[in-house]
């Protein structure tokens, strides 16, 4: 069964065997957020991976034209939670490939009319949390009648005591619990006899009462928190350690956080590899 946040936090305190006057809760809270971000440095497996879509509508919204020396260049903002890159393409409304944007190259020679691209009809490249694509979304100028761009990638999770907001859709779907009373981490709904509930007073249909009814979010799921926690216990034990200046623990715990990474990458690597024979192609990443 998967740990709370809190339940979490009292299990470094356990493991780490040291009282709340050595390690406060707010410091293994610190402790176990910088275990998440180490990790994600790291791991490359299909838990963390995630794919968002931008639809038609929005890419032309975001292309500038060419003229007839510069090719034309759509711009959009970089997913927030976005890791590392695994696949760009351009896709037609039953999901077929369109075009794959497979070559990425430095800002420079995206902007260089004269640098040389391998494929002049489909590049692309990253200026801080823009991605520029090239020659730019136009459904009259590519082949397929393309409808939406696809980012698959590599992902950070939610936070690790992240919980889901106090709205509707969230009570409708049973993402929220009761509050007792109104404080800074609950939120209120107008919730008929029936279980019926809205948003405000307002959106109460005539004639009907309602309640306002406080409540607060479960809390996210976390693969890493619910699913694999000895990375985070080990990550987080290492930082405490290393805060308590007792290096002998804190380079043991930091070797087997390294070491959970590690395996379960192999892991996803093995998984990945089964099943037929693979064909790979060689990718620059490391040497560059």
Known sequence: ??????????????WANRDSAALSDSLIQDCLRYAADKAYRKLRIAQLE??????SDSLLAATTAGNGLIPSKTEI?????????IQVREIDANGMTTRLFNEKTDLRTFNDYYGEKYNPYAYWTRQGNILLFSPGFTVSGSLGNPDKLEIHYYRRLPALNAKYDVNVANYDAGLLNSAFEAD???????????????ATEAAV???E????TWFIGKEVSNWLRDENDRILLMGALA????????DEQATKYATLFINEIEELNQEDKKRNSSGG???????GRGLI
């Open 1 to 14: 069964m998967a740990r709370t946040y809190a339940e979490f936090v009292s299990l470094v305190r356990d």
């Open 50 to 55: 995630a794919t968002v879509t931008y639809d």
């Open 205 to 207: 249909p005539e004639g």
């Open 277 to 283: 024979n693979v064909q790979v192609n060689f990718n």
């Open 184 to 198: 800074a981490d609950s939120d209120s709904l107008w919730v008929l006899d029936n279980g019926v509930a809205y």
């Open 77 to 85: 903002t970089i997913p927030e939670d976005l890791i590392e890159f």
């Open 239 to 246: 930082e405490c350690f290393f805060y308590l200046q007792d």
């Open 209 to 212: 009462t309602a309640t306002e």
